[in-house]
C-alpha cells in the first residue's frame, strides 16, 4: 500500500514569527489536537437565559470564541482533519487564527477567524487579498471570514460582492455574528456547552424539538407476561380464543387476529411467542385455502428472520412457501405464479445463508422476474450485498442494478424506522464503490441532516474504509465521530465496540504510546450503562459460532462466524471483524478448506498461521489475495505465504514475485509505504526476497545484494531483522549464479564479521563449505578431488583470509571455520590444543546446580586437527562424560556426538574399545540421566513448559558404533540394532537409526528391503528408502516410483539427489525415467537437483 503524498502546503509557512505564549510557531500550519486550548473543552458558560429572539453575544474572549468556531466548522461544515495557525500575539488589537479542514468531498475550506469588535469592509479586503494571493494553504477553493462582529453593514456586502468577482476561482463567504448566530439555532449542544442549558432551550429555534420521554417499563405487568405466560394475561387470552374459535368459519379473520397478536408480542419483545402465533396464522390461511395470501405472508417473514439472523426459522417458512406454491398450483390460485416466485426467492435466499462455502443462488434468483414486486425484495438485496463487503468485497460492484433498484424500492415504501436503515445500509453499499454516493453520506452525516444513528454508522463506515487506505488519522477521527454520535443515539454497545477499533487502528498504524488502552478502559465503562443495537439480531452471533465450536458443530460454526464478520463490516466495528476473520480462517484451516483459511488469514495479517498453514500442504500452491490497494497488515501476510511457498510454482511466476517483493523493499525502506511502527511489511518483503533468491535472475540477485548492503554496517550488538534471510540467501546466489558467487560469500563473511550468528552457522554449512573450495569433515571420498567451486584460486585465497581475520577477532565459531578452510594453519594447532586442553579438564558435575549446553562438540572438531595421542586422551574423556549418570542428557549425548568425531581417524584397536563402550548406549542400558524429568513432552496444562528434547542415548549411541566398527560382525550387529530401532516411538532415534544406517557401506544394507522403508512414518526413513532404492534401481522400480511422489519434499530431494549420482550412460533405464518425472516435480529445488546433472 503507497504512503498518500502530504501537499506541500501541510508545513504551509508563510514567514517566520513567534507564537506568542503557547501554540506552535506563528503561521504554521498544525493539527489542532496538539494544540493545548483547542483541544480542551471550554469551561461552564455564564449562568442565565437569552431572551427568545435575541442573539447570543459573541464576544467570549479570544479563547472561547475559537473554540466556538473549531466546533461550527466540525458540525456546521462538517470538516475534518482540521489544522490551525495563529498569527498576532493575544493581547494585541488584533489577533486571530486560521481554520483549515477537508470537506467530505475531499475539497479544502479555510476559515479565517478574527474576534474583532468592528469589522469593516477593509478588514475584509485584507483578509481575503492575504489568502488569495500567492500560494493558497491546501489549495483550498473555499475561504469563510469569521468575525464576532456585526456584519451587516451595506459596504461589506458591496465589498464582498466585488471580491467575489475579482477571484471567481474563490468561493467566498462571510459569517458576522448575525450569520453565526444563525447557525447556533440549529446547534443547541454547542450553545449549552459554550452558554447554559437553559440558554439552549430559549435560543435555539431552529433546534427539532425534544420528543417524549418513555415511560418507565411496567414492571408488574413485565412480571405477570413472564410468569403466566404472554399468551395467558388478560389483554391476550380473549382475542387468542377469538381468533381459535373463528378458525374454521372464518380463516381470514382468524389470521388477521392472530397476526395482530403475534404484531403486539414481538413489539412487547417475546419473539419466540409471536412465532407461535405466527405459525398458526399461517395454518389458518393454509386451512381457509387462502394459498396466496399465506405465502406472501410466509414471504415476508422469512426476510425478516434472515434480516435478524434467524436462519432456522427462515428455513422452515421456506419449506413450508414450497408447500404453499404447490398447493397454489394445484387449485390453480390467481397469483400462483407469485407464489411460486416467493418460494424462489426465499429458498435461494435460506439455502445460500445454509451453505459454509459460497453463496450463489441468491443474486440470480434476484436478477430474474420483477424487480419492484415484493415489498422484503430490497432486504433480500441487503443482505446478499452486504455479505458481499464482508466475504467478496472485489465482486460488491457487480451488484451495482440490484442496489440502485432495491434503493429506488425502498424509498417508494412507507417511512418507518426499519425501511429507514435499509435505505441508509443499501446506500453504504453504493458508497464502497461509489465516490460521489460515500461524499453524499458524509454530508448528511457530518452536517446531521441524518438521524443520529445513521450518522453514527457513516462515520463508523467510513473509519473503516480510512483504516484499510492506511489514512489512521482520519480512520481515527471518524471513529470518534461514530462514538459521539453513537452515545447520543443510545448505542453505547457499537459506541464501545468503535473505542476497541481506535485502539486498534492505534496498535496497526501507531503511536505505541502508554495511553494505547486508555480506549479499552473507556469501552468497560461505556458497557454498563446499557444500550440499543444497530442491528436487530435474535442472537449474537458472536456467542452463537463460539458455542457451535465447543459443541463440535463446524457447519453452525462458520455460518455464525459469517454472520459475525458481516455484521462487523455492516457497523464497523474493526476490532471484532479481526477477530470474525480469523475464527472464520480457523474454522476453514480444521475443516479441509485450505484454500478459504488462507484467504482469510492474509485477511487478517496473521502470518505465523499462514506459515503453520502451509507446512500441513505439502506441494499444493495456496492462493495469494490480490496485492493491489492492501493494508499493510494485508500485504506483510501475502509476502510472508510467498516466502513460505518460494520453493513451489513455476519459474515464471517466481521471477514476477522476486519483483513484486524486491519493490515493496525498496519502497518501504524509503518510506513510501504505509507500515507498521517496526516496519514489518518492508522487513517482510526483504526476508520473502531473499527466500526467492535461487528463483531470481542474476539482475535481480545483484538488485537483491545492492538493497541488503545498508544492512551489514551496525553498532556493536545490534542486530538487523533480515540477518537470518540475509546470509541464507547469500549461499542460494552463490550457488545459482557463479558469476556473483564472489561477491555474494564476500557479503557472507561481511556478515560474520559484526557477530550474525545465522552467517557464521552458515559458513560451516558443507554446500558452502564446498562453495569455497574445502570438504565437509569426514567426507574422505572427496578428498584429493577437483573442486567444484565456482570461485578462483586468489577468491577462494581472498575469503580464508576474511576467515583468518574472524579468528583474530574471537568470532563466535571462527576457529572451526578457520580449521575446515585451512586446517594446515598454524592457528589451528593452537586453538586445537586450547580445544583439548578444554575437554580434558572439564571439570565433574556438582550436586547443586547443572549447566546446560557445552562446547564439547566444536571442540572435538578442532581436537581431529592434532595427534592420535591427543584425539584418544580427549575420546577417552568424552566417553566418561557420556557414562555419567550425574550429567544432564544433553551433555551426554554432546559427550557422545564428540567421541563419534574423534574415532574416525582412530587406529583399529581404539576403534574396537570404542565400539564395545558404545555398545550399551545402543542398547539404552545407560539411559537416565540428570533432568530427565524436564525431557519429552511438557503437560498441556503446565504453567512453565520445559522440553530439553530427547534423554534417549541410544542414537547418538549407535552412531558411535557405526563411526567404530571394523569388522563385518561388527557392523552387521549395528546394522541389526538400527533396523530394530527404526520401530521406535522416539522421533529422535528413529532420525539416528536412519542415519546411521546410511552411513554404513553398501554391502552391508543391500539386504535390508527398502520397500517396507517407503511406508515408514517418519521422513528420514524415507530419505534412507531412497538412497538404498537407487543403489539397486532395477529392484526398487515401483518403490522409487512411489518415493518420486512422496508428500514430503526432502525425500524426493534426496530421491533426486541419489538418482543424479547414478545417472550415466551405463545407468540401467528406470533412472532415466525416474529423472524425468523428477525434472517435472512441483518443488524447484527438486528440479534445479536434476538440472545440474
Excluded at 508563510?14 to 469551561?43: C, F, K, M, Q
Excluded at 531483522?721 to 564472489?742: F, G, K, N, S
Aim: proline share 5%; charged share 25%.
Amino acid at each position: 500500500m503507497t504512503k498518500p503524498n502530504l501537499s506541500e502546503s501541510d508545513t504551509l509557512r508563510e514567514s517566520e514569527g513567534t507564537s506568542g505564549d503557547r501554540g506552535p510557531a506563528a503561521n504554521v500550519w498544525a493539527p489542532y489536537a496538539g494544540d493545548p486550548n483547542l483541544r480542551t473543552p471550554p469551561p461552564a458558560g455564564s449562568p442565565g437565559r437569552t431572551p427568545a429572539g435575541g442573539d447570543l453575544d459573541l464576544h467570549l474572549g479570544w479563547d472561547r470564541f475559537e473554540k466556538l468556531m473549531l466546533a461550527l466548522a466540525r458540525r456546521v461544515l462538517g470538516l475534518r482533519d482540521i489544522r490551525f495557525r495563529r498569527y498576532g500575539v493575544q493581547g494585541q488589537e488584533q489577533h486571530g487564527i486560521d481554520l483549515a479542514g477537508r470537506e467530505p468531498t475531499g475539497d479544502y475550506t479555510v476559515i479565517q477567524c478574527k474576534d474583532y469588535a468592528a469589522f469593516t469592509a477593509r478588514d475584509l479586503r485584507k483578509a481575503v487579498e492575504k489568502f488569495a494571493v500567492g500560494r493558497r494553504p491546501f489549495d483550498a477553493g473555499r475561504l469563510i471570514v469569521a468575525t464576532s462582529a456585526s456584519t451587516e453593514a451595506t459596504q461589506l456586502a458591496d465589498e464582498l460582492a466585488a471580491l467575489q468577482l475579482q477571484y471567481s476561482d474563490l468561493d467566498l463567504d462571510l459569517w458576522g455574528a448575525e450569520q453565526i448566530n444563525q447557525h447556533l439555532r440549529y446547534c443547541g449542544d454547542i450553545v449549552a456547552q459554550f452558554w447554559t442549558r437553559e440558554t439552549a432551550a430559549d435560543f435555539c429555534t431552529g433546534a427539532p424539538l425534544p420528543g417524549v420521554p418513555a415511560p418507565p417499563p411496567d414492571r408488574q405487568e413485565q412480571a405477570e407476561r413472564v410468569l403466566v405466560g404472554p399468551l395467558n394475561t388478560d389483554d391476550v387470552a380473549p382475542m387468542l380464543r377469538a381468533a381459535d374459535s373463528r378458525r374454521t368459519e372464518a380463516p381470514a379473520e382468524s389470521a388477521r387476529l392472530y397476526g395482530d397478536l403475534a404484531n403486539r408480542l414481538y413489539v412487547a419483545g417475546y419473539r419466540g411467542h409471536a412465532t407461535v402465533l405466527r405459525r398458526k396464522q399461517l395454518e389458518a390461511l393454509q386451512e381457509g385455502g387462502l394459498f396466496d395470501e399465506a405465502a406472501g405472508l410466509a414471504a415476508e417473514l422469512a426476510a425478516s428472520a434472515l434480516h435478524h439472523g434467524d436462519s432456522d426459522q427462515a428455513r422452515l417458512l421456506a419449506h413450508q412457501l414450497e408447500q404453499f406454491a404447490r398447493d397454489a398450483a394445484s387449485s390453480r390460485t390467481p397469483e400462483a405464479s407469485v407464489t411460486a416466485r416467493h418460494a424462489t426467492l426465499i429458498n435461494a435466499a435460506a439455502q445460500d445463508i445454509a451453505h459454509p462455502l459460497t453463496m450463489s443462488r441468491l443474486a440470480p434468483a434476484l436478477e430474474a422476474g420483477d424487480k419492484h414486486a415484493f415489498d422484503y425484495w430490497p432486504l433480500l438485496v441487503l443482505m446478499l450485498g452486504e455479505y458481499r463487503l464482508a466475504t467478496e468485497f472485489h465482486t460488491l460492484e457487480e451488484l451495482d442494478g440490484l442496489i440502485s433498484a432495491a434503493l429506488a424500492r425502498a424509498k417508494d415504501q412507507p417511512v418507518t424506522e426499519r425501511t429507514q436503515d435499509i435505505v441508509v445500509r443499501l446506500r453504504l453499499l453504493r458508497a464502497e464503490y461509489d465516490i460521489a454516493q460515500r461524499q453524499e453520506l458524509l454530508c448528511e452525516a457530518r452536517r446531521h441532516r441524518m438521524k443520529g444513528r445513521h450518522a453514527a454508522l457513516v462515520s463508523a463506515r467510513e473509519a473503516r474504509r480510512c483504516a484499510l487506505e492506511g489514512r489512521a488519522e482520519e480512520a481515527v477521527e471518524n471513529w470518534r465521530d461514530a462514538v459521539q454520535d453513537g452515545i447520543h443515539a443510545g448505542l453505547a454497545e457499537e459506541a464501545a465496540d468503535w473505542l476497541y477499533a481506535i485502539r486498534a487502528v492505534n496498535a496497526r498504524y501507531g503511536p505505541w504510546m502508554t495511553e494505547i488502552d486508555d480506549e479499552h478502559r473507556l469501552a468497560q465503562a461505556l458497557r454498563t450503562t446499557g444500550t440499543g443495537r444497530l442491528l436487530d439480531r435474535i442472537r449474537d452471533p458472536r456467542a452463537q459460532a463460539m458455542s457451535a465450536l465447543v459443541r463440535g458443530k463446524p457447519t453452525e460454526a462458520v455460518l455464525a462466524a459469517r454472520r459475525w464478520l458481516a455484521d462487523s463490516v455492516v457497523t464497523g466495528s474493526w476490532a471484532d471483524e479481526s477477530e470474525a476473520v480469523t475464527v472464520l480462517a480457523d474454522l476453514y484451516r480444521d475443516h479441509s478448506e485450505p484454500a478459504l483459511a488462507a484467504a482469510y488469514y492474509q485477511r487478517a495479517g496473521s502470518s505465523e498461521k499462514l506459515e503453520q498453514l502451509t507446512k500441513g500442504m505439502g506441494d499444493e500452491l495456496l492462493p495469494l489475495v490480490p496485492g493491489v490497494s492492501q493494508p499493510w497488515w494485508v500485504l506483510r501476510a501475502r509476502a510472508a505465504l510467498i516466502a513460505a511457498q518460494a520453493d513451489l510454482g513455476e519459474d515464471a511466476a517466481a521471477h514476477e514475485l522476486f519483483e513484486e517483493m524486491l519493490d515493496l523493499a525498496v519502497r518501504g525502506r524509503a518510506g513510501e509505504l504505509v507500515d507498521s511502527p517496526t516496519r514489518s511489511l518492508a522487513v517482510q518483503a526483504a526476508k520473502s526476497a531473499c527466500a526467492l533468491a535461487s528463483r531470481s535472475s542474476p539482475e535481480q540477485a545483484a538488485a537483491l545484494l545492492d538493497l541488503l548492503s545498508t544492512d551489514v554496517p551496525r553498532q556493536p550488538h545490534q542486530y538487523s531483522y533480515t540477518d537470518d534471510e540475509h546470509a541464507t540467501a547469500c549461499v542460494a546466489i552463490a550457488m545459482a549464479h557463479p558469476e556473483l558467487a564472489m561477491r555474494a560469500l564476500t557479503r557472507l563473511f561481511d556478515l560474520a564479521d559484526v557477530h550474525t550468528d545465522k552467517a557464521l552457522n552458515v559458513l560451516l554449512r558443507d554446500q558452502t563449505l564446498r562453495l569455497l573450495g574445502a570438504w565437509p569433515q569426514g567426507d574422505s571420498s572427496a578428498v584429493g578431488t577437483a573442486s567444484c567451486s565456482p570461485l578462483s584460486d586468489d577468491e577462494q585465497n581472498t575469503l580464508r583470509g576474511r576467515a583468518d581475520e574472524l579468528v583474530k577477532r574471537e568470532h563466535y565459531l571462527s576457529n572451526v571455520i578457520q580449521a575446515a578452510l585451512a586446517p594446515g594453519h598454524p592457528d589451528v594447532q593452537e586453538r586445537a590444543r586450547t580445544a583439548r586442553d578444554r575437554i580434558l579438564s572439564r571439570p565433574e558435575p556438582e550436586p547443586n546446580s547443572m549447566s546446560l549446553g557445552s562446547t564439547m562438540v566444536p571442540d572435538s572438531a578442532m581436537v581431529c586437527h592434532l595427534a592420535s595421542d591427543d584425539q584418544r586422551a580427549c575420546l577417552n574423556k568424552l566417553l566418561a562424560v557420556a557414562s555419567d549418570r550425574r550429567e544432564s542428557a544433553s551433555n551426554r549425548q554432546d559427550a557422545l556426538i564428540g567421541a563419534r568425531n574423534l574415532v574416525v581417524d582412530q587406529e583399529s584397536d581404539t576403534k574396537g574399545t570404542t565400539f564395545r563402550a558404545s555398545q550399551p548406549f545402543a542398547l539404552g542400558a545407560l539411559d537416565g540421566s540428570r533432568l530427565d524429568e524436564f525431557t519429552g513432552q511438557a503437560h498441556p496444562l503446565s504453567t512453565l513448559k520445559i522440553n530439553l528434547g530427547s534423554a534417549s542415548l541410544r542414537g547418538p549411541g549407535l552412531r558411535l558404533a557405526a563411526a567404530s566398527a571394523t569388522t563385518a560382525d561388527e557392523q552387521e550387529w549395528v546394522k541389526e540394532q538400527a533396523v530394530e530401532l527404526l520401530r521406535s516411538d522416539d522421533a529422535h532415534d528413529v532420525q539416528e537409526a536412519a542415519l546411521t544406517l546410511n552411513s554404513l557401506p553398501s554391502d552391508v544394507t543391500g539386504d535390508i528391503d527398502a520397500r517396507s522403508l517407503a511406508n515408514h512414518s517418519h521422513v528420514t526413513a524415507r530419505q534412507l528408502s531412497a538412497v538404498l532404492c537407487m543403489q539397486q534401481p532395477q529392484r526398487f522400480a515401483d518403490t522409487t516410483a512411489r518415493l518420486a511422489a512422496d508428500p514430503s519434499v526432502r525425500v524426493r530431494r534426496t530421491l533426486a539427489e541419489a538418482a543424479t549420482a547414478h545417472a550415466g550412460p551405463d545407468a540401467p533405464p528406470v533412472v532415466a525415467g525416474l529423472l524425468d518425472r523428477l525434472g517435472k516435480d512441483p518443488r524447484h529445488s527438486v528440479r534445479v537437483l536434476v538440472r545440474v546433472r
